[in-house]
């Protein structure tokens, strides 16, 4: 398109005058703004120039504003090509001239005229020209979505992207995305609050880029703006979230979220509706080719929204597609350990990195997909979809050389092969992000061990066991904990917290300050712990060396429950992993403690009682704001019940008052934190946001460490 020269108002006033049809400039018009056909216009102006006074470091634009008109056909002649082209429709348009006369293609007097069709995507309706469009493309809620959007119980809320593009509202912004306000709003409370927001994205970078105007090139991508949308839900009032699963209804455990929620006569949340319509534009997108990684990141941000809300079928899929997705795009491998293969296609699908700051996006985004991947394996025995020794890349940058853009040199660095990687840890190159990283590695090493042994052990892998006998087939009784394998995971998680730089061994750095990856850093090896030694643990065996592992990781993880319920930190804010290792903590407690009552140990059975209590309560605390923790505590009230009896139930049982509670929350403040942000949507946190009483730590461990205390004998 030729671009448009400087011209004088036509009518030389200051009034605008009406544009007759395509006068108006392509931008506004496909923006659906206001023209005044100025070359360039005033709203193309107005848009560069915001752009470049709000253009993100590192970003050029161009000097003059794109402001493009269609050719007047009155001041040009057409060419001898386009004449041609004219005539070369004359047959097709006189054949279609008798059809016209009938009434139709079909030839019957009745026949309606022809006329394209446009389907909405949840409606049984097309609609075209010669109907009206939906009612709920143009009503607004206060949320900036349009209200009757078709909702099902299957989430088919996706009815905004017609024809599979974004529908735009009259003033150039999308329906399906809340007001410009609450968007940055919620844009704030995913940044300020959730633990991981500041190393998927370089958050000066991102706000930046959300300044400059809908459609511009460096604006982020529909899809991750939903996702944040969905996830920034737990931090204010301003939006609505999924209320807690009534557990009198569905099994605390329930894999398939969907067979309840077809039933339940509601409609979608304000976030259940934005993390549906981020998956349609991350599917849509990636179909297409466009913003590959920006929908990588959106479904990395689904995958926490998902675990969360304890939707195990949707965290599965979407962790294991982001995971997926990482291979085509090049982020698991780094130079110069690429494939030596020869082929056509490129080793990675996004073009190079032009800035140190988008090359560590990039890396850190790998190792989050990674970490989610990991951790929410860990509760499961289902493979996983990426193998370590398929990944070659750096370890992640320090969080201050990540927002400084700091390059820092590959050979003064870790890759993910890196001999010793898990107990050497350079003081100049480590800080929690990157211990939390290791910790997941850990996790990962472990369930592929629990995962492969057996297979390994009939193959005759020495690392795991001596060579199988001939004609042994079945391999039920092999013990592998005197396998080299075994013992060098054992050992990795047994030190890995003491081979922290000094700095970082504590993750409570003051009264109202946790670090939330050292924090979940410091769980990881002891959930390894349980995670390996738990199949072989017998509890009721004198000096099993597996029962006693397992007790002193469970009350490690319980010293952490007390140290974080010390300060007046609000536990909601924690890593969702945290949740599962204290319910692993319990579990653990809950074992000896059924033992204990074979036994009839009275005072192992208080104490032990009293521990699983504090333990319980402190995952239904966290489970009054997530999902996730609300079922584990479910889960362990339930087990307890069938392990021990109803009169060992939990004093704090979760039940449906839990729910109105947490809708409370959602609705009538509760902002997590411990200041006013200064913004009209947040409130400030209850004094006390844990409210729990410490027991007598001394008491609780029978006068001794726990790492004293031996399994029960029968």
Request: glycine content about 6%; proline content about 9%.
């Amino acid at each position: 398109m030729p671009k448009a020269q400087q011209s004088q108002r036509p009518n030389g006033s200051g009034h605008s005058i009406a544009l007759k049809r395509n006068q108006a400039c392509h931008q506004c018009r496909r923006r659906k703004l206001k023209c005044d056909a100025q070359r360039p216009c005033s709203t193309c102006l107005r848009s560069h120039n915001h752009a470049v006074t709000h253009a993100a470091p590192g970003v050029t634009l161009p000097r003059e504003p794109e402001c493009t008109y269609d050719e007047n056909a009155q001041d040009q002649p057409p060419s001898a090509t386009e004449q041609s082209k004219a005539r070369s429709f004359e047959p097709r348009i006189n054949g279609l001239e008798p059809l016209s006369e009938k009434g139709g293609p079909d030839g019957g007097p009745n026949s309606a005229p022809v006329t394209p069709s446009l389907h909405v995507p949840g409606s049984s309706m097309p609609f075209g020209n010669s109907q009206s469009p939906p009612s709920h493309v143009t009503s607004i809620t206060p949320y900036g979505r349009p209200t009757g959007t078709p909702t099902s119980a299957n989430g088919d809320t996706n009815g905004f992207h017609l024809g599979g593009e974004t529908a735009v509202s009259g003033y150039g912004w999308p329906v399906s995305l809340p007001t410009p306000e609450l968007l940055r709003h919620l844009v704030e409370a995913f940044f300020t609050f959730h633990p991981h927001a500041r190393r998927l994205f370089h958050t000066s970078t991102f706000m930046s880029s959300l300044v400059l105007p809908y459609g511009h090139a460096n604006f982020p991508a529909d899809s991750v703006l939903h996702a944040i949308c969905a996830i920034g839900s737990f931090y204010t009032a301003a939006v609505t979230s999924p209320p807690l699963p009534n557990l009198d209804e569905v099994a605390a455990d329930e894999l398939f979220s969907l067979r309840h929620r077809q039933y339940e006569d509601r409609p979608d949340s304000f976030a259940e509706q934005q993390a549906q319509f981020a998956k349609d534009c991350a599917d849509r997108g990636e179909m297409l080719g466009e913003n590959m990684f920006q929908h990588f990141q959106a479904r990395l941000i689904l995958s926490w929204f998902y675990w969360a809300h304890s939707k195990w079928v949707e965290v599965f899929v979407a962790s294991s597609t982001s995971l997926r997705m990482a291979t085509p795009m090049g982020l698991n491998v780094c130079p110069p350990f690429h494939s030596i293969t020869k082929t056509w296609r490129p080793s990675t699908t996004l073009p190079a990195a032009r800035t140190v700051i988008e090359d560590e996006v990039r890396r850190s985004s790998f190792w989050l997909a990674y970490a989610t991947e990991r951790e929410h394996g860990s509760g499961n025995g289902w493979a996983m979809c990426l193998d370590d020794e398929d990944i070659s890349q750096l370890m992640p940058t320090r969080t201050d050389q990540f927002e400084g853009g700091v390059l820092v040199p590959p050979q003064e660095r870790q890759w993910a092969h890196t001999p010793n990687l898990l107990l050497t840890h350079a003081d100049a190159h480590t800080d929690p992000f990157v211990l939390y990283i290791k910790g997941t590695i850990i996790l990962s090493r472990v369930k592929c061990f629990n995962l492969r042994f057996r297979a390994k052990h009939y193959a005759g892998d020495l690392s795991v066991t001596a060579p199988a006998t001939e004609g042994e087939t079945l391999l039920p009784s092999m013990d592998p904990r005197g396998s080299p394998a075994f013992m060098e995971l054992d050992h990795i998680a047994s030190n890995f917290r003491s081979s922290f730089p000094a700095a970082l061994r504590t993750p409570i750095i003051q009264d109202a300050l946790v670090d939330n990856h050292l924090y979940t850093a410091c769980l990881m090896p002891l959930a390894a712990t349980i995670i390996l030694h738990d199949p072989h643990a017998n509890i009721e065996r004198s000096g099993c060396i597996s029962a006693l592992k397992i007790l002193t990781a469970a009350r490690s993880i319980l010293e952490l429950i007390y140290e974080v319920f010390s300060t007046s930190f609000d536990i909601s804010l924690l890593d969702p992993f945290c949740a599962f290792c204290w319910f692993l903590s319990g579990r653990v407690l809950l074992r000896f403690l059924q033992a204990a009552i074979a036994t009839n140990n009275q005072e192992q059975m208080e104490t032990l009682r009293s521990e699983l209590e504090f333990v319980h309560s402190a995952i239904v605390k966290l489970g009054r704001r997530i999902p996730l923790a609300f079922r584990y505590a479910r889960m362990l009230h339930d087990q307890t019940i069938s392990a021990c009896g109803p009169q060992y139930a939990m004093t704090a049982m979760p039940s449906n008052h839990l729910a109105m509670g947490h809708r409370q929350l959602s609705m009538q403040g509760g902002n997590p934190g411990h200041q006013d942000q200064g913004h009209p949507f947040v409130t400030g946190p209850p004094p006390n946001p844990n409210g729990l009483s410490l027991p007598n730590q001394s008491q609780h461990y029978g006068g001794g460490s726990p790492r004293m205390m031996t399994p029960f004998m029968s």
